[in-house]
């Protein structure tokens, strides 16, 4: 029989389980925020004699080391990787038969006291399981030395996770400014941790050409240079004068290229590279100007031009076998699907005036300047189709036809994607008023000098990828989303931060989760903690508070 005492402490044991639970075991708090989480009693801890379990360590080199290798920097334990362990571990395992609940890019992660289990259909998968496991520790576990005192405990937890869409994209604009090659490692780090998956590196602009190509070394001899202007308004910078040397800015070799696509591969990222055409075209036309329209000389811009007369001339065929040579080089160095054209902002007055390009639109039975635009692009795309790939370009490709294999990145708000999609080209949404984070995200009085506009946390949050009025069957041609970093007014790495965190770990969650579970105040409670992780790992964010906002 039970005597009253007994029954008294039971009766407290009981009340505890149900109460101690939320004040002892640790809150979850994951960005992007996963499709499922299921949490128990309980804690898994990291300690000495901990196993990393793969059976077949050959697929996962590369998710091994990473998880290895941080857990060894910020707690110091160095877990043994074996095929079968027994005790405590994390074990990774790719199982077939679970894509149509995990996809290709979801995962499961199942944490008991006395294991963690990782599983998924791809390395991929494993990747991202990792990275949630991460988020599921004290937020120390991201520092690059040892912190001692830290009670390294994971949950218990049940989590089930996949992606809403396929293209996770942050776009870098290394143009208006160069940012060192250490930099682009950190900017691909950062963004695998919000499990983003698509880095489109903007390497061309009037402001600077930012890639070695080997056939023509004075892209980057010329092209990647300009006189400093630094201390002036970005608007108000004059050409570079006679007798004035041309010494900022820089570019990538192409053993840099390489090794930004391996470090990418290791964090399933992928790096579509974009090489602007027919516009946004100074910068090479000043290294090579016999092809542009006039073969007058130019100097690489070192600020704002508008409109942007600089084009490549669509009449001469030496164009043509100049911007494929780069190309063949470009595709070489980059494995990805889609290589990005450009195609934005081309004002035609230079092509009105020459006589080749005239010549092409009169051969080529063509109606006008827009319609030559289209006949550039669909010769690249041909090229480049020849060679296994796909070209994207700014939604200006629309204009006087869209080529055939296309998908478009609509940025003139959300009009050209829906076309796109309506007509069946795949599209990637980065509409100005959700995805331009070169805005201001507060009051411009209380911010660092932007280009203007002003896009706010919550607006970011708020967007969604698949515009209104698309049928089902259309909205499956929407690939996913990208905030892009414009840097005209963003000289350092230190700013480029400041612009993109927190917006980009919004834009993460547009392009992880379902419209129906976003939830801004809980993103907002869950940021606390992202904010701290960000504090270890050195990333300046903003915070803007409420009497910022206008
Ligand atoms: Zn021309």
Same mark, same amino acid.
């Given at each position: /029989?039970?005597?009253?005492?007994?029954?008294?402490?039971?009766?407290?044991?009981?009340?505890?389980?149900?109460?101690?639970?939320?004040?002892?075991?640790?809150?979850?708090?994951?960005?992007?925020?996963?499709?499922?989480?299921?949490?128990?009693? $309980?804690?898994?801890?990291?300690?000495?004699?901990?196993?990393?379990?793969?059976?077949?360590?050959?697929?996962?080199?590369?998710?091994?080391?990473?998880?290895?290798?941080?857990?060894?920097?910020?707690?110091? *334990?160095?877990?043994?990787?074996?095929?079968?362990?027994?005790?405590?571990?994390?074990?990774?395992?790719?199982?077939?038969?679970?894509?149509?609940? *995990? &996809?290709?890019?979801?995962?499961?992660?199942?944490?008991?006291?006395?294991?963690?289990?990782?599983?998924? !259909?791809?390395?991929?998968?494993?990747?991202?399981?990792?990275?949630?496991?991460?988020?599921?520790?004290?937020?120390?576990?991201?520092?690059?030395?040892?912190?001692?005192?830290?009670?390294?405990?994971?949950? %218990?937890?049940?989590?089930?996770?996949?992606?809403?869409?396929?293209?996770?994209?942050? /776009?870098?604009? %290394?143009?208006?400014?160069?940012?060192?090659?250490?930099?682009?490692?950190?900017?691909?780090?950062?963004?695998?941790?919000?499990?983003?998956? !698509?880095?489109?590196?903007?390497?061309?602009?009037?402001?600077?050409?930012?890639?070695?190509?080997?056939?023509?070394?004075?892209?980057?001899?010329?092209?990647?240079?300009?006189?400093?202007?630094?201390?002036?308004?970005?608007?108000?910078?004059?050409?570079?004068? @006679?007798?004035?040397?041309?010494?900022?800015?820089?570019?990538?070799?192409?053993?840099?290229?390489?090794?930004?696509?391996?470090?990418?591969?290791?964090?399933?990222?992928?790096?579509?590279?974009?090489?602007? +055409?027919?516009?946004?075209?100074?910068?090479?036309?000043?290294?090579?100007?016999?092809?542009?329209?006039? $073969?007058?000389?130019?100097?690489?811009?070192?600020? &704002?031009?508008?409109?942007?007369?600089?084009?490549?001339?669509?009449?001469?065929?030496?164009?043509?076998?100049?911007?494929?040579?780069?190309? !063949?080089?470009?595709?070489?160095?980059? @494995?990805?699907?889609?290589?990005?054209?450009? $195609?934005?902002?081309?004002?035609? #007055?230079?092509?009105?005036?020459?006589?080749?390009?005239?010549?092409?639109?009169?051969?080529?039975?063509?109606?006008?300047?827009?319609?030559?635009?289209?006949?550039?692009?669909?010769?690249?795309?041909?090229?480049?189709?020849?060679?296994?790939?796909?070209?994207?370009?700014?939604?200006?490709? *629309?204009?006087?036809?869209?080529?055939?294999?296309?998908?478009?990145?609509?940025?003139?708000?959300?009009?050209?994607?829906?076309?796109?999609?309506?007509?069946?080209?795949?599209?990637?949404?980065?509409?100005?008023?959700?995805?331009?984070?070169?805005?201001?995200?507060?009051?411009?009085?209380?911010?660092?000098?932007?280009?203007?506009?002003?896009?706010?946390?919550?607006?970011?949050?708020?967007?969604?990828?698949?515009?209104?009025?698309? #049928?089902?069957?259309?909205?499956? +041609?929407?690939? &996913?989303?990208?905030?892009? *970093?414009?840097?005209?007014?963003?000289?350092?790495?230190?700013?480029?931060?400041? +612009?993109?965190?927190?917006?980009?770990?919004? /834009? #993460?969650?547009?392009?992880?989760?379902? @419209?129906?579970?976003?939830?801004?105040?809980?993103? #907002?409670?869950?940021?606390?903690?992202?904010?701290?992780?960000?504090?270890?790992? $050195?990333?300046?964010?903003?915070?803007?508070?409420?009497?910022?906002?206008?």
């Amino acid at each position: /029989m039970m005597n009253l005492k007994n029954t008294i402490t039971t009766i407290a044991l009981i009340l505890c389980a149900l109460s101690c639970k939320k004040q002892s075991d640790p809150v979850i708090s994951i960005i992007p925020q996963p499709l499922k989480i299921e949490q128990s009693t $309980g804690v898994f801890k990291l300690s000495r004699g901990i196993k990393i379990e793969v059976a077949d360590k050959s697929a996962l080199t590369d998710q091994v080391m990473f998880l290895k290798n941080r857990i060894q920097s910020a707690t110091g *334990l160095d877990p043994e990787v074996v095929n079968k362990a027994r005790g405590k571990k994390i074990s990774l395992s790719i199982e077939q038969g679970l894509e149509g609940m *995990l &996809g290709l890019e979801g995962y499961s992660l199942t944490v008991t006291k006395k294991e963690v289990k990782i599983l998924a !259909t791809s390395p991929a998968g494993i990747f991202y399981g990792i990275q949630t496991l991460f988020q599921l520790l004290p937020p120390e576990i991201y520092s690059d030395k040892v912190t001692e005192g830290i009670n390294w405990v994971i949950p %218990v937890v049940r989590i089930t996770d996949k992606p809403r869409f396929a293209w996770r994209g942050y /776009m870098l604009d %290394v143009s208006r400014h160069f940012f060192p090659a250490s930099y682009i490692y950190q900017v691909m780090d950062y963004m695998a941790m919000h499990k983003l998956n !698509t880095f489109h590196f903007h390497l061309v602009d009037d402001q600077g050409w930012r890639i070695e190509i080997k056939k023509y070394p004075r892209l980057t001899e010329i092209g990647a240079w300009r006189v400093n202007r630094e201390d002036q308004h970005w608007n108000k910078r004059e050409p570079q004068k @006679p007798g004035e040397k041309a010494d900022y800015g820089g570019f990538y070799t192409q053993d840099e290229i390489r090794q930004f696509v391996s470090h990418a591969a290791k964090r399933n990222i992928v790096i579509v590279p974009e090489i602007e +055409m027919p516009a946004h075209a100074t910068a090479p036309l000043a290294a090579y100007p016999e092809y542009s329209c006039t $073969g007058d000389s130019l100097t690489v811009l070192p600020g &704002g031009i508008w409109p942007c007369t600089n084009l490549y001339c669509a009449g001469k065929e030496e164009t043509f076998t100049f911007l494929e040579d780069v190309l !063949t080089e470009v595709i070489e160095l980059f @494995p990805s699907k889609y290589i990005h054209i450009g $195609g934005d902002e081309a004002d035609k #007055s230079h092509w009105i005036k020459c006589k080749a390009c005239q010549k092409r639109i009169k051969d080529e039975k063509l109606k006008d300047e827009k319609e030559l635009q289209s006949y550039f692009v669909q010769r690249i795309e041909k090229f480049v189709n020849a060679r296994g790939r796909q070209i994207i370009g700014w939604d200006e490709i *629309l204009e006087g036809g869209l080529a055939q294999n296309a998908a478009v990145m609509s940025w003139r708000g959300t009009e050209g994607g829906i076309a796109s999609a309506k007509s069946g080209h795949p599209v990637v949404m980065t509409p100005t008023a959700y995805c331009y984070i070169d805005y201001y995200q507060a009051k411009p009085e209380t911010q660092p000098l932007a280009i203007g506009g002003y896009l706010p946390l919550e607006k970011v949050y708020s967007f969604d990828p698949v515009p209104a009025g698309l #049928s089902e069957e259309e909205a499956k +041609m929407v690939l &996913g989303a990208q905030a892009n *970093l414009w840097t005209e007014y963003i000289a350092d790495p230190a700013h480029a931060n400041y +612009m993109t965190y927190p917006r980009l770990t919004a /834009m #993460s969650e547009v392009c992880w989760i379902s @419209p129906v579970n976003k939830n801004f105040e809980d993103f #907002s409670t869950r940021l606390v903690q992202q904010f701290k992780r960000y504090d270890v790992m $050195g990333i300046k964010y903003a915070v803007v508070t409420k009497d910022q906002l206008k």
